[in-house]
């Protein structure tokens, strides 16, 4: 038999519009209830045509109508419930589905393509509405009108009943088949759209790199080869679609040509009569419409799995960093940092940092310098939790950082990095990211301090300027004064600041340095140090190499001691120092 139905795993989201749904069923029933009765007028209307009376004819039209009008009436509800029900579900899924993967790690982000997931919150849960839709409204009354009609032939003439059903269940089992095909043509192909629109995703948003290395060719090359697999699997799923309205129609052609023999027969022996075979014939046809419908929607909900795979996928991931069920909430910090014996590994048995002991100050500022790779963002990702450490404790102000809530953590934790991004929406909003109020007065204050309120001010809107993909283009200075500006208004106790490698013009370099020397004060800072003079700046500086911190001190200190970090201070900083 076949495994369970992962559908199984909509209940709990289904159950809660079970009201609806059930009303929708009650008008299902009104609604299927008139189809043996219109059968049946079919053939007494066929009796009055041929008799021709007039009057009876004219009392048939009137009921017709009436029930016409009732049955529209019963289908409008069912429709519309069904409708409301379906679409509800799909966006209480949609919304645990986003509100899971916010709580989901980094390292999960980092193994997942982003256009997949989005395929999946959009795509695959709009289908998902589909399948419960159909299901309700489209499935359910197509079975109960083909018992119902079925039982009104049997009623007719259970001889030529038992015929027909010799025929349905064939197609059942040929119905069956092509849908297992179909399943697997659709799992494919969904797959291949979702690489398809990853790659989209990757290469637009890289477009700027594409044209510098004039690799356009090479991009719609990759492109268009995806995008031939998806045609193929997708045109694979069409012809077996195609193969499966050919077949069932050839049956169904069949069955009613073994229909008329049988019919002729039943009457020559006295057991059927004209009329009532009319009204039987009629019911046939009544067959039609719902084994069509069932097929499809049997196809659509074996395409349906597929896309419950992928969205129950995500919510069976555990994050892995989370609250401890008795967390506590990070009380306000002085800022006292201290790393104990740390050890990390972001995969097993490969340590990115090793050995890292030292107790920062509140208020002390600590500058990272080192090669890249040498794990100083890792370092500093570690504070906030963006991952749990391999081994050792990171305690705040003496508590375990392992053992509060992400959320009154990450409040006390700024950061302001490397890529400043923008998002859509405006300049106030941006500042205030990750509020829900927008507190004016407060963003205007924190964009002073950010040396961001002049520029902000000069805009056509203000801070209600809009910015990020569809907005006005700030300069790499001005998006840094805003991401100092974000800082700033989370008052926070420890700072985290990657400074930018690019370097900006003079001007907007000035108006940033002094922005951050504004904010550094009185608060513990880490600085991912590019520049000589944030360097000089710090109380502290941690040379780091290979995942270990080999030297620390002030600038002159470590320069005295003539060792690695003087090395790499000329290697590195010369420039910088002659400019
Ligand atoms: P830095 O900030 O000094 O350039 P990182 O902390 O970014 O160094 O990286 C330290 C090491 O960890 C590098 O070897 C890098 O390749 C590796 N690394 C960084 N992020 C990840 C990740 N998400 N998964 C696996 N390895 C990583």
């Known amino acids: 038999m076949q495994k369970k139905s992962h559908y199984w795993l909509l209940v709990p989201y289904i159950r809660p519009y079970s009201r609806t749904i059930f009303t929708a069923f009650l008008c299902t029933l009104v609604f299927t209830v008139f189809w043996p009765i219109l059968a049946w007028l079919v053939g007494q209307m066929a009796k009055y045509i041929s008799a021709g009376d007039v009057r009876a004819i004219a009392v048939l039209a009137g009921v017709a109508a009436a029930i016409f ?24 899924l949609r919304k645990q589905v986003y509100t899971h993967l916010q709580k989901l790690s980094l390292s999960y982000f980092e193994a997942s393509k982003t ?164 009204s039987y014939l009629t019911a046939v046809a009544m067959l039609i419409d719902p084994i069509t419908h069932i097929t499809s929607d049997y196809n659509l909900f074996k395409q349906g799995e597929a896309s419950i795979d992928r969205i129950f996928e995500i919510l069976s991931v555990q994050p892995l960093v989370e609250d401890k069920v008795d967390a506590i909430a990070l009380p306000k910090v002085t800022g006292k940092v201290e790393y104990q014996n740390i050890l990390f590994e972001y995969l097993p048995n490969k340590p990115v940092l090793k050995n890292i002991n030292f107790i920062a100050k509140s208020g002390e500022m600590i500058a990272l310098v080192g090669t890249s790779g040498a794990g100083k963002s890792t370092l500093v990702n570690l504070l906030m939790r963006l991952y749990n450490t391999t081994e050792g404790k990171i305690l705040i102000d003496g508590i375990n950082v392992e053992d509060v809530t992400l959320k009154s953590l990450r409040e006390q934790i700024a950061i302001v990095p490397q890529d400043n991004i923008l998002f859509s929406g405006t300049i106030a909003q941006n500042i205030a ?25 000069e805009l056509s809107q203000g801070y209600h300027t809009y910015v990020g993909e569809r907005g006005v283009n700030l300069s790499g200075g001005q998006r840094q004064r805003i991401a100092i500006a974000r800082a700033i208004l989370r008052n926070p106790g420890i700072l985290i600041l990657d400074e930018a490698t690019s370097a900006l013009d003079s001007e907007s370099e000035a108006l940033v340095q002094e922005a951050l020397d504004r904010i550094t004060q009185e608060r513990t800072v880490f600085v991912i140090a590019h520049r000589l003079a944030t360097v000089r700046r710090a109380d502290r500086i941690f040379v780091m190499e290979k995942g270990q911190i080999i030297e620390s001190g002030t600038h002159e200190e470590l320069i005295a001691e003539n060792g690695r970090y003087a090395k790499f201070h000329a290697q590195q900083f010369s420039m910088q120092a002659q400019s």
């Open 69 to 92: 009008l009732v049955r529209g009436a019963a289908q409008y509800g069912q429709d519309s419930l069904m409708a409301k029900a379906a679409l509800t579900v799909a966006l209480d």
């Open 433 to 457: 990211f990750g509020k829900t109020d927008l507190d004016l007065p407060a963003i205007e204050a924190a964009a002073k301090i950010a040396n961001a309120h002049q520029f902000i001010t």
């Open 115 to 278: 256009g997949d997931l989005s395929y999946r919150l959009t795509e695959d849960i709009d289908r998902i509405g589909e399948v419960v839709n159909k299901f309700f409204h489209d499935f359910v009354p197509s079975v109960l009108q083909l018992v119902v009609v079925f039982g009104f032939m049997f009623y007719v003439n259970w001889y030529l009943t038992l015929a027909v059903s010799i025929v349905a269940p064939l197609m059942g089992v040929l119905i069956g088949f092509f849908g297992e095909q179909l399943l697997k043509f659709s799992r494919r192909s969904q797959n291949r759209i979702s690489n398809l629109s990853s790659l989209l995703t990757e290469g637009l948003s890289a477009i700027r790199l594409v044209k510098a290395f004039a690799a356009e060719d090479y991009q719609v090359e990759l492109f268009m080869e995806e995008a031939h697999q998806h045609r193929r699997s997708q045109f694979l799923a069409e012809k077996v679609k195609a193969l499966q309205f050919v077949v069932v129609g050839f049956l169904e052609a069949m069955g009613v040509i073994v229909l008329f023999l049988l019919a002729g027969w039943q009457i020559s022996e006295g057991n059927l009569t004209g009329i009532s075979f009319i």
